[in-house]
């Protein structure tokens, strides 16, 4: 009896919760194909009585969503790529090779992980203009192409390669990166999987950088679009809205996807060595 | 001759797999943090940016100025309300969902993990212009919600002293499944044996849970306080969004504040002392905390 209470009540917390959880998400879900001005009513509607596209159609049509759709995937797939190959190398000469100061080099990489994003930001906005880089995808690419916390990913996981068949290569000829490149990647598929998740949400979440760097409004990503189509369409509630679940879809999607893959890689992040 | 040039060709390789992430961390990290101490010592201001010669060096100037900036103070004010309040509840609703989802009794807890995580991965940009219109004093949802228990309406982002419990609540939202995730980690490590010893000296749920899991959780917690200080200091995007840092300035946050500094007055200079401010607690926070652990080990 007293076990089917608590069992009543944990199953009634976690119903309550899950439902708070996603009331906002569900609330900006039906909103988006709600006709114009009809989600701004007392008392707040949570059901369609009519259902529209034509938000969705004039975020396509009228102000140009899919192009910043295309510019926040294009990006964020070029970052990635780069991101997995420059920290996998990184990641796994710490791990498996040796050099000096391999010790020393590590734990300052990692001292460095609570230097906050922002300090750096000035500097190297000022470096990036001196290159030209500003106002180009170039300025997000270049300062995205290498990670301490992607090296460390990569590094905790590459530990666990037996060293004997890295010999094993090594003795029938192999190169070293032909080593890397056919033997060590493969190996690091599941890590791998996992920093590209979080690489690639990472860059198409990021707003203030983008904001910084991409001044033409061709170029915006659609953190930076959305932000700037509040700015004129404020009023509009439901386009908003279309325009927010369209931000969030595709990151959702792979999130949905992949779970697995990220959980494992917040856990193995999240472990202290 | 042979030989020193054989030598040089032995570079070790592990330098090869290294330079391309340690050059691009060096050039497009390091060096800009290195940059920025300097850049704070200098009046670098809209002038300098288009004409170098412009640049002065003014010694602590900045910092002093700092100091008599009441900008300054209301925004280190503000930060430190986020993140000393949302900072905690974040962490203890995080602590909830992880005990209600990790329950022997419940069952599909994948589900309910999913559903919790949810809004993490979610763009912040997106969700703050979500939660702006779920704040509306009139037909936002909250409100309604809250009339329904006979509380009146609330202009939470009209109202300064509401606009930083606004944001709080939505930052809570927005991220307490992802210590959640690392608590649930947490507590599957500890022992199960702990617990049926305790049952067996008659232990109580709560006395379970003061006496085993929240020792037994130490290093997790330790890494989720720091991790979510880190996190919270930075505040930036919601007031961005939300408030614009308003109403009356009672949002607006450290960074918000470099960066109209910096990127919309062009005051370089003195939005790089602003930064090493924000470092600077930053790296005391996280210190002071390992300290704290380190004094309950001991």
Known sequence: MRRWASKVLLYGLL????????????????????????????????????????????LFTRLNLAHYLLNSALLSSIVTVVALLFN?????????LNFAGRNQIFRTLLAALII????????????????????TYWGIIIPGMASIFGIFLIRQYALSIPNSLLDAARIDGAGEFRIYWSLVLPLCKPILVTLAIFTFMGTWNDFMWPLIVLTDDTLYTLPVALANLLGEHVQDTELMMAGAVLTVLPVMVVFMVLQKYYIAGLLLGGVKE | M?????????????????????????????????????????????????????????????????????LFWKALLNTAYFALLGGPLSVAVSLGAALLVNAKLVRCKGFFRAIFFLPVVTTLIAVAVVWRYL???????????????????????????????????????????????????????????LYEAARIDGANAWQQFRCITLPMLGPTFLFVAIMTMIGYLQLFAEPYVMTQGGPSNSTLSIVLLMYEEGFRWWNMGYAAAVAFVLFAIILAATLLQLKFRRADDA
């Not at chain 1, 039906?30 to 938000?55: D, I, K, Q, W």
């Not at chain 1, 500097?123 to 880089?133: A, E, I, N, T, V």
């Not at chain 2, 499944?177 to 199960?192: K, R, S, T, V």
């Open chain 1, 15 to 58: 119903a309550i919760s899950a439902a708070l959880t996603l009331l906002p998400l569900l609330w900006m879900l039906l909103a988006s194909f709600m006709p114009a001005g009809s989600s701004n009513t007392y008392p707040p509607r949570l059901h369609l009585s009519e259902a529209t596209l034509v938000h969705y159609t004039a």
């Open chain 1, 88 to 96: 996998s190398m990184a990641g796994y000469a710490f791990a498996k």
């Open chain 1, 116 to 135: 906050p994003a922002q300090v750096s930001m000035l500097p190297l906005f000022l470096l990036l203009k001196h290159l030209g880089f500003i106002n």
């Open chain 2, 2 to 70: 042979m030989a020193g040039r054989k030598a040089a060709w032995h570079i070790n390789p592990a330098y090869w797999f290294l330079a391309p992430a340690l050059g691009a961390i060096f050039t497009f990290l390091f060096l800009p943090v290195a940059a920025a101490l300097l850049l704070s010592f200098t009046d670098f201001d809209i002038y300098a940016l288009g004409n170098p010669d412009f640049l002065r060096f003014v010694g602590i100037q900045n910092y002093l100025h700092l100091l008599q900036d009441p």
């Open chain 2, 135 to 193: 704040y509306h004093p009139r037909y936002g949802l909250l409100n309604y919600g809250l009339s329904l228990l006979g509380i009146g309406p609330i202009d939470w982002l009209g109202d300064p002293h509401w606009a930083m419990p606004a944001i709080i609540l939505m930052a809570i939202w927005k991220n307490f499944g992802f210590n959640m995730i690392i608590f649930i980690a947490g507590l599957q490590n500890i022992p199960e044996h």
